[in-house]
């Protein structure tokens, strides 16, 4: 046996230079992707370092130009109150008024002064310093002369100008001088300038801004709290940010702005110019977030460009990849759709299914509410009650005869054969449960419903010792039913909350009657409450012990009241027990009925 002939050396050489040509080819487009990566993030820092100078000068022009105008309009409405004290000091009506002590019409000159020169309030003081005439009529009859515009008023010949801090906050600014007649002084006139409207104004913009006096206390400002501080204490009140989170801000916006204060832990612009009144300066604080926002939104085009840029490399350098990705895909796509189908026959199969299971338990259900509903558990449920009156009042008789007072017996009788009268009531509409019935029905007074259920309940009633609480409006509230099916819902409900309260130390049960759009009965106990919200009102559930009942009551009951075009709700009390609500169609004088309330 020969082995093959080995492979020759010049039999390998295209192979070896097959693959080092394309491992060549693949170092240089590494290299060129580099390239063009380096070169995105050349340009972009450079862009974003010569934008961000340009637009943080920008910003910082517009913010001095805006600080002149300020400061220009705060000297301007000082000068142009600084000659009213003057004037107003030589008007004659004030000065007569002075003199003769009557001030009837100062007030309304001073107002119509007001409104024409637009200063905040005008008050004329006399001698000793109390306001007999004031555009603001609360400060009238008022004292001033510990204030610093009356006191240095009456030392300076001049118009004198005061800065006095409120009670309430802030500063009020005020011209003050006196009012002379043949040399002697016979008052002060107080013009309070509005510098407060400036306030009001530069709160509509972005920045903060506060004026300071020449001591460098700050009495205007944007800010509230920063009024009466210094500078230096009102911005340790707003913290800046820590360095870390300084550190992640910085990175995020690519480029760290030089922040000439902080206010509220963001990096702002400090702005300042001269008020030219008494030294006065002004400030702003200007933030960076429009500088970054126009950065960022060059700097995202630049990236979008690049990106492009690299996209049309990929692409071009996998375009058999892309091939390959497209039969792949179409491969998936035909899986896919048979997946879907697959699992829509599935679907429709677990659906057949489910509905296969309800239909079972629907049937089922409804051969036991037919069978078991209808006859034994019906009759003995809806018997009970008027057996079990019988049986106390029959008791309550034979001691009554035995003790020799036979007209309180014969009382007892009559009521046993007024429940014997209910029973054969309740047996003739035992066929109500299986199918509905509104041929029979009669208006009925829900008020006297009650009262006889709860004359049905006297027995158990004196026996458990539980506290009613019955209320029930004046004017009849008819409806229209059956008052044999309406006392036995509500003999249910009673008796269900006698049930709930056996292991309440004061039992208690509230009965409430209401007529609004509908005829409303409520029935509330301080029991334990309902635990399966849900399962209450279904067939055969109840957490009575075996013998006490089957769990038909209150579903017979709802279904009474659905019969009667009403609704019977229950749900838990926020302070403990169970609620039971009935509504019902209120029979009009006219006899027509409220839409009912199971229709919405």
Known sequence: MSDAPPSSPLSQTPLRSARESARFNLWRIRFLLFGLILLAGVTVFLTN????????ETTRNRAELRLALYSGNILSELR????????????????GALNSSDFSTSTQRLISFVEEIGAASIMLLDREGRSVAATDRNRLQSLHRND????????????????????????????SRRVESSGDVLGIVVVEVDLQKFERAWA??????????????IILSTEPRWRGLMEEDALQRQPPSGAISRALQATADWRALPGDAYFRGESVMRTQARVLFRGWQMASFTSYASVRERVNGVLALEIMGFAILLALAFYFLNRKTAVRMAVFQRESAELRQLN?????????????????????????????LAALGE??????HELNQPLAAMKTYLAGAKLLVGRG??????????????LIGRMGAITRQLKSYARKSGDEFAPVNLGDALASSLSMMEPQLRQRQVEINKAVPQEPVVVMADRVRIEQVMINLLRNALDATKSVKDPQVDVLLAAGETAILTVRDNGQGIEDLDALFEPFYTTKQPGDGVGLGLAISSGIVNDLGGRMTARNAAQGGAVFEIRLPILHEDGAEIAKPAAE
Do not use: C, H, W
């Not at 509509?204 to 206390?217: F, K, P, Q, R």
């Not at 699992?343 to 629907?362: I, P, S």
């Open 49 to 56: 370092s010569f934008l961000t100078d340009r637009f943080t």
């Open 375 to 380: 006859m034994s558990a019906a009759v003995s």
């Open 405 to 418: 007072r036979p007209d309180e017996a014969l009382a007892s009788f009559q009521r046993i054969d007024d």
């Open 204 to 217: 509509g913009i972005s920045d903060a801004v506060l004026v300071t006096n020449s001591e460098g206390t």
């Open 340 to 368: 879907i189908r697959l699992q829509r026959e599935v679907a429709e199969r677990e659906k057949v299914q489910e509905t296969l299971a309800v239909a079972e338990q629907t049937l089922a259900q409804s051969s036991k």
């Open 148 to 175: 610093a515009y009356f006191v240095d008023a009456l030392r300076s010949n001049d118009t004198v100008f005061s800065v006095m801090q409120r009670e309430s906050g802030g500063y009020s600014f005020s011209y």
């Open 80 to 95: 142009r109150n600084a000659i009213v004290p003057q004037l107003l000091a030589r008007d004659p009506a004030l000065i």
